[in-house]
């Protein structure tokens, strides 16, 4: 009987030696390559906020929970990839993944030009329907939506002006630029639009070329409006419009658990960047007036007037640029009932 058992328990070791034997190993300990995603951001590798926070709160850490197995390789910011070909670049497969403003490549995602406008937060987004909706318009532009790089709070953007408003005629026919994600603001407000590229912001407000510029704290103190700029007004509006699509084809490629691994990561850094970055905009904000420009904070009534005719404007314009029953959709999508 002592035989028997012996020889039984002799023959489950070795059976469960094999089983463990034929059990496939992560790819590094097979010596096969790590899945590697080649990244690069709108903004500059200086930027702290819009770029270091990224890649050390979600990308360093899902290269240390992947464990060797997918690694996030981020190559730099424009002086890799011009901001208005990343989207190009990562449908095409030039680079696996990229932060981009939404008004960078709305022209290959129709409708996504308009997710800044979202009454909504990341979080909510996540669960009411409306990250799927976005996911679906990716899709079809032959990328996949993993989620906001910047998922804040309203009031991100903001009017830096070098002449005075206190009321709502102070703001016709103010000669304003910036990129096209902000003409339709301008016409809200009765302002006079003209496109300027980020490079010319310093230099268009130092010679008067316009009368202000629409971006976040951010680029302008990156920018120093501080010696070029008289005025930075409050209320801000819209939140922030950058995204972070993948190569679709390169996301196929990923198993299903590191994909699972990089949307929950992608989750969980939207809902930590949101106080972040309004605690980081109120401090920078301060150190924007502590440099000597004047505050303007728009009284109640006009406050509600400049954030509700900016946001309208914004609807107008895109639908101005967009015929047909796209952007009436993404609105009925982004829009509290």
């Excluded at 930027?47 to 926070?53: A, D, T």
Aim: hydrophobic content about 40%; some cysteine; charged content about 20%.
């Amino acid at each position: 009987m002592k035989t028997e058992r012996r020889l039984v328990c002799v023959f489950l070791g070795l059976l469960l030696a094999c089983v463990f034997v034929m059990q496939p190993l992560p790819a590094c300990a097979q010596g096969g390559k790590a899945i590697t995603l080649n990244f690069v951001s709108f903004a500059p590798a200086a930027n702290v906020v819009e770029f270091q926070y990224i890649k050390k709160e979600m990308f360093d850490r899902i290269n240390q929970l992947a464990k060797g197995r997918l690694v996030i390789n981020v190559k730099g910011g424009p002086e890799v990839i011009p901001p208005f070909n990343l989207g190009a670049a990562v449908k095409n497969g030039t680079i696996d993944m990229a932060a981009i403003p939404n008004a960078f490549h709305e022209d290959i995602v129709p409708g996504i030009g308009v997710t800044h406008l979202s009454d909504f937060s990341a979080v909510e987004e996540r669960k009411n329907g409306v990250y799927e909706a976005i996911g679906e318009l990716y899709k079809k532009a032959g990328m996949f939506y993993l989620g906001r790089a910047e998922a804040t709070e309203h009031g991100y953007f903001i009017l830096f002006l070098n002449k005075p408003v206190a009321k709502p005629e102070d703001f016709k026919g103010l000669r304003l630029g910036g990129s096209t994600s902000f003409h339709g603001q301008y016409q809200g407000i009765g302002g006079i639009p003209s496109t300027v590229q980020t490079t010319e912001y310093n230099t268009a407000l130092e010679r008067g070329t316009v009368d202000g510029i629409s971006t976040s704290i951010y680029i302008a103190t990156s920018y120093g409006f501080q010696g070029v700029c008289k005025y930075v007004v409050q209320p801000g509006f819209f939140r922030a419009s950058v995204s972070l699509p993948m190569n679709l084809a390169k996301w196929n490629s990923i198993p299903p658990d590191l994909q699972k691994l990089l949307i929950s990561e992608m989750a969980a850094f939207e809902a930590k960047f949101s106080p972040y970055e309004l605690e980081q905009r109120n401090i920078f904000i301060k150190k924007f007036t502590d440099a000597g420009v004047k505050r303007i904070d728009l009284a109640p009534d006009v406050a509600k007037w400049f954030v509700n005719a900016s946001t309208d404007g914004a609807w107008k314009y895109a639908q101005e640029r967009q015929p047909g029953d796209i952007i009436p959709k993404m609105r009925q999508l982004l829009t509290k009932k």
